[in-house]
């Protein structure tokens, strides 16, 4: 059981390229998210899905793309990357229910642009 | 929208000692839940213990413990007997009831723990 795998730890990016965060999780949850965290902000969230085949905007979603065709994986799209993107990503998940459900976060990715 | 504020960007502790990190949030529901996660150097984010609102009395796991304050928008975390390994950033979280997943988190408190 790995919990929540994020892909790739760290990447250099250079402004204009674009780039996939992936994060896959094994426990059939069916809700996912990602948030960024920068420096003195606290975490942030971009995107969100309740299930496959449904996502919905967070607060910072921007300059950012996703989509949930499984329920294992939900990735992250930077079609143009720009500096202010630069920041550690998580990815977390949970099973959707009402109740007291604790996110389970992924190690992080930590994207730098250039 | 609902806010979470900590007002204590570092704190210290000696070891064995107790201290208490502070939090507060703004919310018109009052039906939510609150979260304590801790970040250690690695990145990991480990929740540390949570709160219903609707739970008047305190949520305790192990050393640490929390001090729920729902009149006052309050919600400080107690780490008692701290350890080297409790040093890290401490965020506040805070979530809707209802289904709503979405976390909405302080800034963060990073605690450095002196031998």
């Known amino acids: 059981n790995a919990g929540v795998t994020q892909t790739p730890k760290f990447q250099v990016l250079k402004t204009g390229q674009s780039m996939t965060l992936q994060c896959a999780q094994d426990?059939?949850?069916?809700?996912m998210s990602w948030y960024r965290q920068d420096p003195g902000m606290g975490l942030r969230l971009i995107h969100y899905?309740?299930?496959?085949?449904?996502?919905d905007q967070g607060e910072v979603p921007n300059g950012y793309n996703v989509s949930r065709s499984t329920t294992e994986d939900f990735p992250l799209r930077l079609l143009s990357a720009a500096p202010s993107q630069t920041s550690v990503y998580f990815c977390a998940s949970s099973l959707w229910t009402a109740g007291t459900n604790v996110l389970t976060f992924g190690a992080g990715s930590r994207l730098t642009v250039l | 929208a609902q806010t979470v504020t900590q007002s204590q960007p570092e704190m210290s502790v000696q070891e064995a000692e107790t201290v208490t990190l502070s939090c507060t949030y703004d919310?018109?529901?009052?039906?939510?839940?609150l979260f304590w996660y801790k970040q250690p150097p690695s990145r990991q984010m480990i929740l540390v213990i949570r709160q219903e609102a609707y739970k008047q009395q305190n949520a305790t796991e192990n050393r640490f413990s929390v001090n729920f304050q729902k009149a006052a928008k309050s919600f400080s975390l107690k780490i008692s007997d701290s350890q080297l390994g409790d040093a890290a950033m401490y965020f506040c979280a805070y979530r809707e009831a209802g289904g709503s997943e979405k976390l909405v988190f302080g800034k963060g408190t990073k605690l450095t723990v002196n031998p």
């Open positions: 899905s309740v299930g496959a085949g449904i996502t």
């Open positions: 919310t018109s529901e009052s039906d939510y839940y």
């Open positions: 426990m059939n949850h069916e809700y």
